[in-house]
């Protein structure tokens, strides 16, 4: 009896083992088959893992513009203390780091000027408006300090243009080659400042 039944076991188990290999086995087909999406494994259909890190793991910085050699050399901050278009104003106003200055970078911004207000309007021009002692930086530093500001401002996002005022009213301030200006100003006006931009003719 307990022969018959292990004979009987032996069977079924090899019925199983056969028909489970048949199952995995691809048989011909005379033509395509279509595959419903929910008799699909999911691991088929999740995308595949990006090496890229998540946003959130991902270093935020903000651009300022600092000053080596009478050249203009952006400097990435964090965006901790440069989320607004007055932190990265304000950021720029402190100066070079320790360890920025360390490297050879310094400001043509005297340590005097204060920010008043920051405004920004629907055309997309910044007002910065500081107080009257950014007036008192002269010759080539003045051009240098107006491009500081501009370039900074102008790396925010939402930011086309940047009209400097002193103590709230429009101040006259260079360009890259010297003319003073009292309309809003671009990118494109000091871009010959940036490190490694061709020499002005």
């Known amino acids: 009896m307990r022969v018959a039944i292990c004979r009987r076991r032996v069977i079924l188990a090899t ?14 087909q005379p033509h395509a088959v279509v ?5 699909v494994p999911s691991l088929l259909l999740a995308p595949p893992e990006s090496s890229s890190p998540p946003p959130a793991a991902q270093t935020l910085t903000s651009t300022i513009y600092l000053v ?37 970078l310094s400001t043509a911004i005297n340590p005097s000027p204060t920010l008043n207000d920051v405004t ?7 007002t910065v408006d500081l107080s009257s002692s950014f007036g008192d930086i002269r010759g080539s530093e003045q051009v240098l300090a107006t491009a500081q500001i501009v370039m900074t401002a102008v790396s925010f996002p939402g930011v ?11 101040a006259k301030v260079p360009l890259a080659d010297g003319t003073l200006a009292v309309e809003p100003l671009r990118a494109s006006d000091y871009a010959s400042l940036l490190a490694g931009a061709s020499p002005r003719a």
Do not use: F, M, W, Y
């Not at 595959?35 to 008799?39: C, G, L, N, V, W």
């Open 160 to 170: 086309s243009a940047v009209q400097i005022s002193l103590d709230g009213a429009p």
């Open 15 to 28: 019925v199983v083992a056969v028909l489970a290999v048949a199952g995995c086995g691809v048989g011909a």
């Open 35 to 39: 595959i419903p999406s929910d008799a």
């Open 120 to 126: 920004v309007d629907q055309n997309a021009i910044a």
């Open 68 to 104: 080596n050699d009478s050249q203009l050399v952006a400097v990435h901050r964090s965006r901790t203390q440069t989320a607004t278009l007055r932190g990265l104003i304000d950021s720029l106003l402190k100066g070079p780091t320790d360890a920025e200055a360390s490297t050879g």
